[in-house]
């Protein structure tokens, strides 16, 4: 419920189980009052305004009455906590949204004039955006002091569970056209400078590591500039209070609904407060925004909890399931078996038609045929551009015929956004990549440059050649890769002064043809994936059900990329196979991919009967549990291995009747007593549990768990415990 009390000027914006609260000052400033526990809606907040006053002295200086005067209600215009604040001002804070007027004034310093609340949340036009969901949404229009320039404020809350959604329009009414030059979406002020920051930190083959630090004075950023959101850093931050764990204490939760390069910035400041911003990078960012025109920045989701930073995951898992995720582009479930890491570009057809019929050995459903099926594609040197199948080295139409003999649906893959210089491509456009403005050298990564996806002509051709191939072939699933990051971004087919505009404009672009892609062939399952997981955020999840995690599959490092990942991201977008890497053995990948996608990449002519049998004994539980538990069910992280030498995650079937837990050791285990406890069971109800076979009740499993004592825990020994609910 969203609501205004005119007396005491305080907005309410609450769910039951959390409150908003802002305050409308009597200088037309949005004041953030209030964030936590639902409460009572205060109808007076002058208690709660008050600060210390005696170092402050700063004035306002009236110069056409010349007069000194200070903020009418107390206002403090440096320190208040605030839902916009000012630039070029006295408040030296880092304001969400910066202009520059036509006159070449910095200063943006947008005043309230009006409101309104929708019982829905608003889409986007451009960008990807909250799907649907019990919704309720506050529109604050602004307006800016001195100039014609409007900012729309739209805040959402979610009236089933505790999140809440921010993002800001600026829209230009001025006869001039202005310059934007940042345009996050969202400043939140918090009142303590007693929080840490989580933070998923990493790089290729080694994404999301999770960071905890405290936030003292000064400024902590986490960022990307890599034109896509990156393997080195998350979108996903989380700040706690200090005394915080999984189950206890407030948890504030942040992401993006955005792929390309973004900013959180959590500034302590000298007053100790932490003003926190967050939104798109503003790294080499102008926006030229014309007369009439808006500007709509992505939306941020918000994760409150009370109850640890847990809920904050469960609360973010349900958000993405049930509002974000698309209905379409989905598949019934699927075993994927991946051509890559088995074969890599060194493939024909037989090679193919052999692994499908090996594959189908250990429950393949679904038959990837990765890189290098196209063009001139032997090695990753050439052939990017050229969308058309390579006839002397596959007879595709043999390959799908093969699979669909055998029930066995058939996936492809695409690189879209990107070109190799040895492409027919590049040959015939070398304007359409991403350069420099002298066009003389280009950083060239893995042989390859970023096609401009800010012009639409490269989009359409891309388009039209995916087009024509999957009019051609008949394909179930798609992985959409992407293995390299923006480096020159000058466009030639803009002019100078829109070049700030070309980062932004590339993501519009990959969203403009990956919906395409996804509108006009709903039935093929899309996979997002970025040399493993460097694009690993909600803009894609938007259009692809699923990310591939990682190029790293061994459970020596993956369980730890799955186990971080799934703090923010639910298990069923964990892309994630087994592979043959050389750590652990064939049942323990397979039980870590089963808490992801699952799917195998291996060369399956190799494999022993032994590893055979133990894939297809994981196969059936992913067959009679993955949906319910995994995909649909509750997730809970018992262990973690950022701060021990176990890993353990459960997941809990919405009725509660079954659960399947991981667990694993790091290295090898010496304590004498080890219990597992669980989560999220019934009580009063009995359990039987596939490691000891014993039959204990919720309550015992939950309070006193598992004894796993009597086992020896060598290193990388990991355990998958199937809990049955005893009727
Ligand atoms: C990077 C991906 O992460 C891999 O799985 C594979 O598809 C290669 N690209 C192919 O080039």
Known sequence: MIEYNEKSRVFNITNGSISYMIYLNSEGILETIYFGKAIAPLTDVSALRKSNEWHD????????????????????NNSAPLEIGSHGKY????APIVIKQANGSYETDFRYDSFVIYKCIKPLTELPHVRKGNFETIEFICKEKESNVYLHLYISIDLDKDIIIKSFKIENKEKNNIKILRAESLQLDLPSDKYDLIHFHGRWQNERNCVEEPLIDGIKEISSNYGRSSHEENPLVIIKEKETNNEYGVAIGLNLIYSGNFKFRAHVTSYKQTHITYGMNDEDFEWELKSGECFETPQAVISYSYNGIEKVSQNFHSFILYNLLSEKNKLPKRIPFNSWEGCFFDFDTKTVTDYIDDGAKIGTELFVLDDGWFGKRNLDNAGLGDWVVNKEKIDLHKIINHCKSKGIAFGIWFEPEMINYDS?????????????????????????????????????????QMKAFLDEYEIDYIKWDCNRIICEHYSNKYPSEKQGEIYHRVILGYYKLLSRICDEYPNILIEGCASGGGRFDLGTLFYTPQIWASDESDPAVRMEINYNTSIGYPLSTIGAHVNASPITNYKTKAILALFGTYGYEM??????KEEIDSLSEIADVYHKYHKSVIEEGTLYHLLDPNKSNWMAMQSVSIDKSVSLCVCMNRKKEWDRYRFLKLKGLKKDSKYLNSYDNTIQTGEYLMNIGINMSNEWCNEFDCRLIIITEQK
Do not use: M, W
């Not at 408040?91 to 880092?94: C, E, I, L, T, V």
């Not at 027919?424 to 893995?446: G, M, Q, W």
């Not at 060369?603 to 022993?608: A, R």
């Open 424 to 464: 027919d491509l590049y040959r015939s456009h070398p304007e359409f990549v991403l350069s420099n403005a002298d066009n003389k050298t280009i950083s060239c990564i893995r042989h390859q440059f970023h096609l401009d996806f800010s012009n639409a002509d490269v989009i359409e051709n891309i388009y039209n």
């Open 603 to 608: 060369n399956p002519n190799k494999l022993t």
């Open 91 to 94: 408040d030296k804070r880092h």
């Open 57 to 76: 002295s700063s004035f306002t200086y009236d110069n056409v009455n010349k007069t000194e005067y200070k903020y009418s209600d107390g206002f403090k």
